[in-house]
C-alpha cells in the first residue's frame, strides 16, 4: 500500500458526460501528479501540483482540468467525454518538486479505471 | 526530444531463471533514473532510484545497473517467481523538476512456471 488513495475504484459512463476523480496524497507530500494509462500503452504524464499551485502541464487535453485543495487532497475534472478517454488514470505523490532523488520519489495510487460507453 | 526506449517488449521465463532488461535513454540533462513494477491493473511500485554517480543500485532481488557515459541501464532479476510477472518500466528525470520524467513504454515480464 503505497498510502495514496483514489476514487471511485471504477467509473462507467457516457461520452459527452463529465467525471471528477479524487486522489489523496501520502501524509506529508505537497506535490500531486495525474497520469493517463490508455489500454497497453505508457504512463502520460498529465499535469502537477505542489501545494496548492500548477507546477507543471504534460499532455493534458483542454477538457480536463485539475485543482488541489488545501488539504492537498486532488481531483482531475474530465469533461465531454469520448471513447478514446477510457484509460486508467493514476494519482502519486510525492515530498517536493526539486532536490534529491529520493526526496522526489513519486507514490502511484491504485488508480481509477474509467470506461467510457 | 527526450525519449525512453525499452527492449525486449516482452519475455517469457521460466521460475526459478534470471533475466535482464535493458533502458536506453537520450535524455538530457540528466537527474535519475527509475525502474517501476507495474502488476495488471495495479499503480506502479518504484524498485530502485539511480543518480548519475551510481553504478549498481540492489532491492532483493533486483540489481538496477546504469552507465551515464553510454546512457544505458539495466535491470536484472534473480531467480524469478511467479509474482514477478508484471511489466517494468524505466523512468528517466530529466532535470531537478521530476514533472520532467520521461516514460519507457514498459517491458512485460511473464514468469512461467
Known amino acids: 500500500d503505497s498510502g495514496v488513495t483514489q476514487t471511485p475504484k471504477h467509473l462507467i459512463t457516457a461520452t459527452g458526460q463529465r467525471v471528477t476523480l479524487r486522489c489523496s496524497p501520502r501524509?506529508?507530500?505537497?506535490?500531486v501528479y495525474w497520469y493517463q494509462q490508455s489500454l497497453d500503452q505508457g504512463l502520460q504524464f498529465l499535469i502537477q501540483y505542489y501545494n496548492g499551485e500548477e507546477r507543471a502541464k504534460g499532455n493534458i487535453l483542454e477538457r480536463f482540468s485539475a485543482q488541489q485543495f488545501p488539504d492537498l487532497h486532488s481531483e482531475l475534472n474530465l469533461s465531454s467525454l469520448e471513447l478514446g478517454d477510457s484509460a486508467l488514470y493514476f494519482c502519486?505523490?510525492?515530498?517536493?518538486?526539486?532536490?534529491?532523488?529520493?526526496?522526489?520519489?513519486?507514490?502511484f495510487g491504485p488508480g481509477t479505471r474509467l470506461t467510457v460507453l | 526530444k527526450n525519449q525512453v526506449e525499452q527492449s525486449p517488449q516482452s519475455l517469457i521465463i521460466l521460475e526459478g531463471k534470471n533475466c535482464t532488461l535493458q533502458?536506453?535513454?537520450?535524455?538530457?540533462?540528466?537527474?535519475?533514473l527509475r525502474w517501476y513494477k507495474q502488476d495488471t491493473g495495479r499503480g506502479p511500485v518504484s524498485l530502485t532510484i539511480?543518480?548519475?554517480?551510481?553504478n549498481t543500485k540492489s532491492n532483493g532481488r533486483y540489481t538496477a545497473t546504469l552507465d551515464a557515459d553510454t546512457k544505458q541501464s539495466s535491470l536484472h532479476i534473480t531467480a524469478s517467481q511467479l509474482s514477478d510477472s508484471a511489466s517494468y518500466i524505466c523512468v528517466v528525470s530529466g532535470g531537478s523538476n521530476d514533472y520532467k520524467l520521461s516514460f519507457g513504454a514498459g517491458t512485460t515480464v511473464t514468469v512461467r512456471a
Open positions: 539511480m543518480t548519475f554517480s551510481e
Open positions: 533502458c536506453n535513454y537520450t535524455v538530457s540533462p540528466f537527474s535519475n
Open positions: 502519486a505523490s510525492s515530498p517536493g518538486t526539486s532536490g534529491r532523488s529520493s526526496y522526489n520519489e513519486q507514490f
Open positions: 501524509s506529508g507530500d505537497l506535490s
